[in-house]
């Protein structure tokens, strides 16, 4: 019986693996350019391959947006479409009476989401859930979301509201190079990798205007500060610190034109994301004055330096680890920028407390694969607590009625 039902089934899986090449064959080769079908529906039969071949047609057409029922499909040109963005065409799909009707486009999905909130009847709050492998585009996606949002969001009634919702736009664009400048990193798949998660709120008033914003980061890459794989590179404001920085700040922050810093690997690569100017003006609009900035600038040198202290292997396992080469020097310049008191540092770095009860306080000196971890661990928990991310969103950003992120 056993034999029967498997001698069944494989004889009409046979049957059915036919069927489908023939409708397979039939779908390649229909009338309908692949590219025409705007969304993935209506692909029959629905198999990987026709669904990529509509996609690579519809990509080779410059046809970047597929709908996929209530999901928008987004591929990533790989290039400047600037056409696919202008001001012009959001408010075409602000306009039209029903943007379902065009043309697949993120400005679709955002145009409904607005409408949702908007509506007369039920307004409810709405999400937008971008997902996709590294590098697919989903940074460039949210900020395509935001400017949409902060164009349409920007009916003013009043010189006074149209002053708040300006100023929050701006904010709302300003904050993106500051993120990016402290979360993103050039890796093996993308230039511009976000090593953090975020989840935006944008607020409206009952008269559909921008009044706020917030955003919570979460799972910060803390590791890539200290630990970089070849090939990739630390977090963007280090480089732009490094290469953007005027000859009075070089002097401020121990940054000498060509300093070799460990944690600062594949400096010779120039990107467009290395523009210190834009991350320090982006800043001064979100409120962040320049001592401030420089005060975090400064700790962000202490880090490059942090990193250069090397330890040696101690020959007697109850004295401490020695300093290698240049590291006494390190650690000197180190401990000032971050200020704070040399030997403590040091102390921290190389001699572990051990507490036994309430009493009982040991000090052991750590190896020195230990004092690399203890160097590293310093250096992440800095850069958590300084990164500028939470302070531009719960701080800056948020002019009137914005809730406080962590
Ligand atoms: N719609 C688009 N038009 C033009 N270029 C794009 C578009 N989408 C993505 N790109 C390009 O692809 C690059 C990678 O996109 P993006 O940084 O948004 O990816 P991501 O999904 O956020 O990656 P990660 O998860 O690594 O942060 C961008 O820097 C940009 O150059």
Redesign the pocket.
């Known amino acids: 019986m056993l034999q029967q039902v498997y001698g069944h089934s494989s004889g009409s899986g046979a049957q059915g693996g036919e069927s489908l090449r023939e409708d397979l064959r039939e779908f390649l080769s229909g009338e309908a350019p692949l590219h025409q079908l705007d969304d993935l529906t209506k692909v029959n039969p629905v198999t990987l391959e026709t669904v990529l071949r509509c996609l690579q047609a519809r990509y080779a057409a410059d046809t970047?947006y597929t709908n996929a029922g209530c999901t928008l499909v987004?591929l990533?040109?790989?290039?400047?479409?600037p056409q696919?963005?202008s001001p012009a065409l959001m408010r075409e799909y602000h306009a039209a009476p029903q943007p379902q009707k065009l043309k697949p486009h993120i400005f679709t999905v955002g145009e409904q989401t607005y409408r949702n909130v908007k509506s007369l009847t039920e307004p409810v709050n709405q999400s937008v859930i971008v997902s996709?492998?590294?590098?697919?585009?989903?940074?460039?996606?949210?900020?395509?979301l935001m400017k949409f949002f902060a164009v349409v969001a920007a009916s003013p009634t009043s010189w006074e509201s149209h002053r708040i919702t300006e100023r929050i736009e701006q904010r709302i664009l300003n904050s993106n190079p500051v993120m990016e400048a402290f979360g993103?990193a050039c890796?093996l798949?993308?230039?511009?990798?976000?090593?953090f998660g975020k989840f935006i709120q944008l607020q409206l008033n009952r008269a559909q205007q921008m009044t706020g914003a917030a955003v919570q980061t979460y799972l910060l890459e803390k590791t890539r500060v200290a630990c970089q794989a070849s090939s990739e590179r630390n977090f963007h404001i280090f480089y732009q610190i490094c290469k953007g920085a005027s000859t009075d700040e070089r002097l401020q922050w121990h940054l000498p034109e060509g300093a070799a810093f460990s944690w600062l690997p594949n400096p010779e690569r120039t990107l467009e994301e290395d523009c210190f100017e834009v991350t320090r003006e982006a800043m001064l609009h979100l409120g962040i004055d320049t001592p401030t900035q420089n005060n975090i600038f400064q700790v962000l040198a202490g880090l490059l330096h942090l990193g250069n202290i090397r330890f040696a292997n101690s020959e007697d396992e109850a004295q401490p680890c020695q300093l290698m080469g240049d590291a006494k020097c390190s650690i000197r310049t180190s401990a000032l920028l971050l200020q704070l008191p040399e030997d403590p540092l040091l102390e921290t770095l190389r001699i572990r407390t051990i507490r036994a009860g309430r009493q009982q306080v040991f000090q052991k000196p750590c190896s020195r694969a230990e004092c690399d971890t203890r160097r590293d661990c310093v250096a992440k928990l800095v850069y958590a607590r300084r990164n500028m991310q939470s302070r531009v969103w719960s701080g800056h950003l948020s002019t009137t009625r914005t809730t406080s992120p962590a």
Do not use: D, H, I, Q
């Open positions: 970047f987004a990533n040109p790989f290039k400047p479409v696919l963005y996709g492998e590294s590098g697919a585009g989903k940074t460039w996606t949210s900020r395509c993103n890796t798949r993308n230039n511009n990798s976000s090593r």
